[in-house]
């Protein structure tokens, strides 16, 4: 939605807690706990699968309490009846915790990666880029608003995990990840201030040499 | 939602999906373990500490380690330093992108469509309206957490704070300071 008119004020909250009610903390807490934890991309195309004009009703843990129902029955984890009914299906098997609570500490503080090895980044620092006009109808990490335009690649990031594919389960299919640098004139025109500009980290197969 | 919540927690257990135990573990560590004190612990070192500093600037992710502050949503960390000259501005215009190791978890207004859909096209609106007013000869760099890439603020520190120790420092240190949305 970068770049939209028309979505009303900014409300910060003095004092702001972690979570708000009781039930977001638990919402956050079994996303985190759940067996369908464990590829982040998948996660965020579920969330946007919901429908626009309700999505921008939703309260934020609304939609992971959504997106996590949804993903437990693609997955296979518990059935729309389940989830209707509150209770188990006496048929099925009892698992095992994906998470026990011995292992939560060294799970929230392992030190992850998403660099895999793959293919060499084919741009240098310095290289004028086009953000390619790709509109995939599934999940992309491409924003609208940088479709067609022309920036300038400043960091080499390395290889890593592309959310295009790991989000369809079509593996992790890594690619160069760059961060690009638009002018915001080149993103919103000549009102734009002549100075500032707008940085996205973007993979390989969204750019062209410009 | 309490009731639906509830309804969904007990189906998990009964299952034997989830352990309750875990949950109350994770809520714990995201109530008090992480939060933007740590950032700020960061920010008063690189202030203080120019191999620190220079660390930071070279490999973020290991030099926040360093603090002890790593794991999910910190796998990868760039720091960008405010200066005179410029001012940075943090955003996940495609969802809610925040270094949780060192932040916590984000603000609701973080998350919103107003911020998501105007920090990238009127970051000086944006930051007018959290009561800073940016002269236009100071430069300002939008970055958009597009990828796994986690970005903090390393603001200018004020004037007059030479004399303080990391403890005094980073009690100056606020979480919209390391956002990008307030200058210190």
């Known amino acids: 939605m970068g770049g939209m008119a028309g979505m009303g004020p900014i409300a910060p909250e003095a004092d702001e807690p972690v979570f708000h009610h009781a039930w977001e903390a638990r919402v956050h807490a079994l996303t985190v706990a759940s067996p369908t934890r464990g590829n982040i991309d998948a996660g965020r195309h579920e969330r946007e699968l919901i429908p626009g004009p309700e999505y921008l009703a939703m309260s934020y843990y609304e939609k992971w309490f959504r997106s996590l129902s949804r993903l437990l029955v693609k997955r296979g984890a518990a059935t729309e009846q389940e989830l209707a009914s509150g209770r188990a299906d006496p048929a099925s098997a009892k698992a095992t915790p994906n998470l026990p609570a011995a292992e939560v500490t060294a799970r929230l503080t392992r030190r992850g990666s998403y660099l895999r090895e793959g293919p060499a980044a084919t741009f240098a620092i310095g290289d004028r880029v086009r953000a390619r006009n790709l509109n995939p109808p599934g999940h992309t990490r491409l924003p609208r608003y940088a479709r067609g335009h022309e920036g300038v690649i400043v960091a080499q990031r390395g290889t890593h995990v592309f959310p295009d594919a790991n989000a369809h389960g079509r593996g992790e299919d890594p690619h160069p990840l760059y961060t690009v640098r638009f002018t915001a004139r080149e993103l919103w025109g000549p009102d734009a201030s002549p100075r500032d500009s707008v940085h996205l980290d973007l993979w390989e197969p969204y750019l062209e040499r410009a | ?184």
């Open chain 2, 1 to 184: 939602m309490t009731l639906r919540v509830k309804a969904l927690e007990s189906l998990l257990v009964e299952k034997g999906l989830v352990d309750p135990a875990a949950l109350d573990a994770i809520v714990d560590h995201f109530e008090h373990k992480v939060g933007p004190r740590n950032g700020a612990r960061v920010v008063a070192r690189a202030w203080s500490d120019p191999d620190f500093l220079t660390r930071l600037r070279t490999d973020a992710t290991e030099a926040i380690a360093e603090l002890g502050y790593f794991g999910g949503q910190g796998e990868h960390m760039v720091a960008v330093e405010n200066t005179a000259a410029v001012h940075n501005l943090v955003v996940c215009t495609l969802c809610s992108c925040y270094p949780w190791p060192v932040l916590g978890l984000p603000p609701v207004w973080y998350k919103s469509a107003p911020y998501r859909s105007r920090a990238v096209i009127d970051p000086r609106g944006v930051l007018a309206e959290f009561g800073t007013a940016l002269p236009d000869d100071v430069e300002v760099r939008v970055w958009d957490s597009t990828a796994e890439i986690r970005y903090l603020v390393i603001p200018e520190r004020p004037a007059g704070t030479e004399g303080l120790d990391e403890d005094a420092l980073a009690a100056l240190v606020t979480r919209n300071g390391m956002i990008g949305t307030a200058r210190l």
